[in-house]
Every structure is written in structure tokens, then in C-alpha cells.
């Protein structure tokens, strides 16, 4: 099992930024990657970014250039920064990690960004 602590969200003007930091613990060894989700009510969950453990990463086409994703893999923990932010980016936004059985995810965290 792993453990998905998150932390950073709030409320934010638009064009500001905001940094999301996402904990693990647990059977840690086993996971290759590790990521940000967002979720809107009535929506589906979708991939914000994701970083494997070698440092690959992937993003949605909408944050690219403006969130960075980043990884520590001694303290076991993935960031979000998250710059010139808009208001279509309000939503909750969950933390992922994967290994080759299953995916786990954080509690969410409300990220408001206001116009």
C-alpha cells in the first residue's frame, strides 16, 4: 500500500501561482510514476502532468508552458508548480502514483483561481 499526503492548494488571482506538494509513504519501491489530476463536478478525472521516477514527464496541452511538474525521489515527493493561472484551472486537484498493480491517489486538494 501506498500513502498520498497532499498539500498546497488554495485561492489564487488570475495570472498567480500556486505550488502543490504530494507526500508518499508507504511500499514506496515500487512506483514508477507519480502525478497531478484534476477533477471538475460532473467530469471525469483528468491528467494534469505526470513524472516517471527516471524524470520523464508528460502534460496536459493546457498547462504546458505554465505548470512544472518535479520530483524528489530521496524525500519521495512530487510538486506542481503552477504559474499564470486561470480560472478554467479551478477544480480539485488529486495526486497519483502507480506501480504495476495499482493506482493510488491523495484526498484532493481545491484549487481556486479567480478572474
Known amino acids: 500500500q501506498v500513502q498520498l499526503v497532499e498539500s498546497g492548494g488554495g485561492w489564487v488571482q488570475a495570472g498567480g501561482s500556486l505550488r502543490l506538494s504530494c507526500a508518499a509513504s508507504g511500499n514506496i519501491f515500487s512506483i514508477n510514476f507519480m502525478g497531478w489530476y484534476r477533477q471538475a463536478p460532473g467530469k471525469q478525472r483528468e491528467l494534469v502532468a505526470r513524472?516517471?521516477?527516471?524524470?520523464?514527464?508528460n502534460y496536459k496541452d493546457s498547462v504546458r508552458g505554465r505548470f512544472t511538474i518535479s520530483r524528489d525521489n530521496a524525500k519521495n515527493t512530487v510538486y506542481l508548480q503552477m504559474n499564470s493561472l486561470k480560472p478554467d484551472d479551478t477544480d480539485v486537484y488529486y495526486c497519483?502514483?502507480?506501480?504495476?498493480?495499482?493506482?493510488?491517489w491523495g484526498q484532493g486538494t481545491q484549487v481556486t483561481v479567480s478572474s
Open positions: 497519483n502514483a502507480q506501480d504495476i498493480k495499482d493506482d493510488y
Open positions: 513524472i516517471s521516477r527516471g524524470g520523464l514527464t
